[in-house]
Structures are given as structure tokens and as C-alpha cells.
């Protein structure tokens, strides 16, 4: 807050007034009751080993999984029909998936565990706090570091790295390394050398 601007004495937002807009999670009811049956006990839960079963139920409610995908216990996903995976990817421990709107991510990219992709958010400008919602890229290559946190409308380039524990607020380009709170370039992220 700057110096200038008087205290609140009131709330800035109203939630009282806050509605969805014309948000939908492109599924009725009855399909996101059953997906979160499903997602609690089988996905969140981390007792449920078998990868492959639970790939498999991600397809059938609608997921595009490639080859090869690993998903470790824990993982949460919002909506599986809004999901896009690509070959050889792996998505760590408790990664939480928050994908109001699509999430893609490529081939051979790392999601680390803790991992946070968040595509909605509200207007903090708006009494109402209204929706936002902004897809979420993650191109081939790239690796999203442990208890890292990529946001609504960002693409992270193809074989950059978000660092760990850093807030990707903004678009990483490719083959860049960028880290902090919120997230800059830092460096090149050079080619492997073996």
C-alpha cells in the first residue's frame, strides 16, 4: 500500500456479490461429482498404486495422455477433460493440477512434486473479486522444479526451467532458467553435455 492511500476501513471486496460470470467446467454435475469421488480416493490419496489404472481413468474422463506418462501418488487434477499431456512426462508427488481452464504440457517435460499450476484467480481491482481463468503451456523440454508455482496465462518455453519454489507469473522463454518470487530469467539453460 503507498503512503498516500488512506486505510481501509472497510472491505475493498464483497464476496457476497461474487458469481462465476459465465465460468463452466465444461462437464455437468453428475461427471465432476464422480471425478471427485474418483480423484479423492484413488489419485489424492496416495495409497492407489497403479499408474497405469489411473491413466487410464484420466482418459476416460476425457484427458489426452501420451506415451510413457508417470503419475506419482498424490497428484491432484481440478478437471481431467481440460488436461493435455504429451509423451514421456513425468508429474511428481503431490503436483496439483488446478486447471479450471486447459493445461498442455508437452513431451519429455518434468513437473516436480509440490508443483502448483494454477489457472484461475480473481480481479483484485473488482468488488466482486471476479473470475480470471488463462490456459497454462508447458512446452517440450521444459522442467517445473519442486514446489514451484506457474500461473493462469503463462507458457513456459520449450527446455526452460522454472526454479524451485518459485512463482512463474510470466512467460519463461525457451531454454531460459527462471527462479525467484516472482520469477525472472536468471540464465541460458544450456543443452546436456551427456
Known amino acids: 500500500m503507498s503512503e498516500d492511500a488512506p486505510p481501509p476501513t472497510e472491505a475493498w471486496i464483497d464476496l457476497s456479490t461474487y458469481t462465476p460470470g459465465d465460468y463452466y467446467p465444461g462437464r455437468g454435475r453428475l461427471t465432476q461429482i464422480v471425478w471427485y469421488f474418483l480423484s479423492v480416493?484413488?489419485?489424492?490419496?496416495?495409497?492407489?498404486?497403479?499408474?497405469?489404472?489411473?491413466?487410464?481413468?484420466?482418459?476416460?474422463?476425457?484427458?489426452?495422455?501420451?506415451?510413457?506418462?508417470?503419475?506419482?501418488?498424490?497428484?491432484?487434477?481440478?478437471?481431467?477433460?481440460?488436461?493435455?499431456?504429451?509423451?514421456?512426462?513425468?508429474?511428481?508427488?503431490?503436483?496439483?493440477?488446478?486447471?479450471?481452464?486447459?493445461?498442455?504440457?508437452?513431451?519429455?517435460?518434468?513437473i516436480s512434486q509440490r508443483a502448483y499450476l494454477c489457472t484461475g484467480g480473481h480481479d483484485h481491482r473488482?468488488?466482486?473479486?471476479?473470475?480470471?481463468?488463462?490456459?497454462?503451456?508447458?512446452e517440450d523440454g521444459a522442467w517445473v522444479a519442486a514446489s514451484a508455482l506457474v500461473l493462469g496465462g503463462v507458457t513456459v518455453g520449450a527446455n526452460a526451467l522454472v526454479a524451485a519454489g518459485s512463482a512463474a507469473t510470466r512467460d519463461v522463454p525457451p531454454a531460459k532458467i527462471a527462479g525467484g518470487c516472482p520469477a525472472k530469467v536468471l540464465a541460458d539453460r544450456e543443452p546436456p553435455t551427456a
Open 41 to 110: 480416493a484413488l489419485f489424492e490419496s496416495g495409497w492407489f498404486p497403479l499408474g497405469g489404472v489411473k491413466l487410464a481413468i484420466l482418459r476416460a474422463f476425457g484427458a489426452q495422455i501420451g506415451q510413457n506418462v508417470t503419475l506419482k501418488p498424490n497428484v491432484r487434477i481440478k478437471y481431467p477433460w481440460r488436461l493435455i499431456v504429451g509423451d514421456h512426462v513425468w508429474i511428481g508427488q503431490e503436483c496439483w493440477i488446478d486447471n479450471l481452464v486447459e493445461v498442455r504440457i508437452g513431451s519429455h517435460v518434468c
Open 126 to 138: 473488482a468488488r466482486g473479486f471476479d473470475l480470471k481463468c488463462g490456459e497454462i503451456v508447458i
